[in-house]
Nanobody, 122 residues
C-alpha cells in the first residue's frame, strides 16, 4: 500500500487549502486514515482521523472547528479541508493509514505518505 499526498501549497493567514491523499494497493478490510503534521523544529503531531465509517472522525483540539476530514472509500481517498489557516498551521502534512479503529497515536499507523508542505504567511 502506498499513500501519496497532494494539494499543499502557500496561502495567507485566514485562507483555506485542501490536501488530499490517495491510497494505491488498497488495504484489505476496513481501515482508518489520518492526517499528521510536523512543523519545523517540532515533533510530528496528530491532526485528524477518519474511520471506515464517515461518521467516525476525531480532531486535535488545535484544529477543531477549522479543519474537516473526509474520505471517499470507493476512490481510496482522504481529504483534509483546512479553513481559517494561521501561521501556526505551517507544517508538512502526512497521510497515514491503519487497520481498525482510529487512534491519535502515530505508532498505530502502518502506512505513511511522504508528506506535502503547507505554508501559511501572516
Amino acid at each position: 500500500v502506498q499513500l501519496v499526498e497532494f494539494g499543499g501549497g502557500s496561502v495567507q493567514a485566514g485562507g483555506s487549502l485542501r490536501v488530499s491523499c490517495v491510497a494505491s494497493g488498497r488495504p484489505s478490510g476496513d481501515y482508518s486514515m489520518a492526517w499528521f503534521r510536523q512543523a519545523p523544529g517540532k515533533e510530528r503531531e496528530f491532526v485528524a482521523a477518519s474511520g471506515w465509517s464517515v461518521d467516525e472522525t476525531f480532531y486535535a483540539d488545535s484544529v477543531k472547528g477549522r479543519f474537516t476530514i473526509s474520505r471517499d472509500n470507493a476512490k481510496n481517498k482522504v481529504y483534509l479541508q483546512m479553513n481559517s489557516l494561521g501561521p501556526e498551521d505551517t507544517a508538512v502534512y502526512y497521510c497515514a493509514a491503519k487497520y481498525g479503529s482510529i487512534f491519535q497515536t502515530q505508532r498505530k499507523y502502518i502506512y505513511w505518505g511522504q508528506g506535502t508542505q503547507v505554508t501559511v504567511s501572516s
